[in-house]
Structures are given as C-alpha cells and as structure tokens.
C-alpha cells in the first residue's frame, strides 16, 4: 500500500496544491491513502470547518495537527463531529477531539513534541500504549510527530521501530534529508516540510519577516503567495506486516 503524507499545510496556497497534486499523485503514483498535516491551513494559523471539508474533498483521508489546533474560534466544537481529525492525542484528558483514528484499514496517530514546545503529556509513553491499542486492529499504523526538536523526532522513531509503519516529523516546515527504513521496518524522516508558497519565510511573507528581525517591532505576517509546493513524503508499506518497503520524498507543483 502506496500511503501520502503531506507536510505543514499553509493557508490557501497550500489547499491549492493539495487540490491539484493529490488526485494526480493517486493516479500516477498509486497512492491508496493520504494523511496530511492541516495545522495552519486556514490563513496560517489553524483550522476551520471549510478547511476541513475542503482538504477531505480532494482526496485527504485523514488530517492531523499540533500546536496550533485552536487558532480558530470555535474549533474545538467542530473537531469534535470529524472523526478523520485529530489533535494530538498526548494533549490532556478531556481535550476535545482525538488523537487517533483507523480509517480503512490505516491506523494514524497524531503527536506533539515537549522540547521547546506547549506543555502537554509524554509523547513517548502516550504513543507506546495507544500502538498497543491500534495493533489489535490493524498492522498499519502511521505517527506524525509535530516537534521542534530534531533529537525528540528521532527519538520517537527508534523508539517504535518495528511496531509502527512510519514515524513523520512535522512542525519546522522545512523538509529534511534524512528519509530511511529504519532496521527492524518502520519508515523515517525528521520533517516532511511544507505545502504552501516557498517564496517565503516558512510560509509568510518574506519582507515582513525581514522587516521583523531588522526592527524587533510587531509585523502583520500574512501568508505568502510564490512559487507554491507540496512537500511530503510517500510510503510504501507491506500490509501483511504493516512494515514499509519504502520511502520517498515528494516535492511538486
């Protein structure tokens, strides 16, 4: 099974190229499943409920987040009626929402890191015991990591080597090189990187950002609109094992 992760979605530009490029990527590719990080798709920070449905429109089976799930006013009585998204599942008992969801077949467990982030529960134990849970259902089962810390993110993936099909890293927007089948069958990398305009500062327009750091004085950091890509990964994953064959980076208009 051919599985899509797509990394950090930003704002508009970003459900755009998730729009063009995930129906041609099943196509051409093969893909049978797609998770995708949908954070900050609604103007950078966050989700709606039109985001939502938009991005499960085209074709995203699952969508999962991090740090900045409640950008949005409201959202934690949205999340709470879409079953196919997630918080993260280490953020405190009684948080609206989720952390996990199986959806034909694909188990997929959303986490957030602690080194340099928001106070929240050990990520490491939460996702030990929630493995556990999900491999009574299914073989395939898929970890986004949203950490900050490069050391934290490969952690997690020698950690559930050999339990899990794939530990991806997200949050930085920034992809990085470091893709591998780790050896006992689980697929790795640090950071998946970021759907949106890279004419930018992680997203943002540039001169703002610029004009931030020369001045020390608040800016108004709107999304970007150049040069607009998806970032991600594909992985191929033996489902009689649930371990991966593969995996690939991604990077399209």
Known sequence: MKILFIGDIVGSPGRQAVAAVVPRLRQERGVEFVVANGENSAHGAGLTEATVEALLGVGVD??????????QKGFEKVIELQPRVLRPLNYPAGTPGRGSAVVTGVAVISLVGR???????????????EVARLRQQTRIIIVDLHAEATSEKMAMG??????????IGTHTHVPTADEQILPKGTAFISDAG????????LGRDKEAVIRRFLTQMPQRL?????????????????????LARSIERVRTA
């Not at 699952?62 to 950008?71: A, C, F, M, Q």
């Not at 970021?194 to 500062?201: K, R």
């Open 62 to 71: 699952v969508i999962t987040t991090g740090d900045h799930v409640w950008d």
């Open 115 to 129: 080194v340099y982030m928001p106070a929240c529960e050990c990520p490491f134990r939460t996702a030990q015991s």
């Open 158 to 167: 020698w950690f559930l080597d050999g339990q899990v099909s794939a530990v």
């Open 194 to 201: 970021m759907t949106g305009p890279h004419d930018s500062v």
């Open 222 to 242: 709107e999304v970007a609109e150049g040069n607009v890509l998806l970032n991600g990964v594909i992985v191929d994953v033996d489902e009689s094992t649930g």
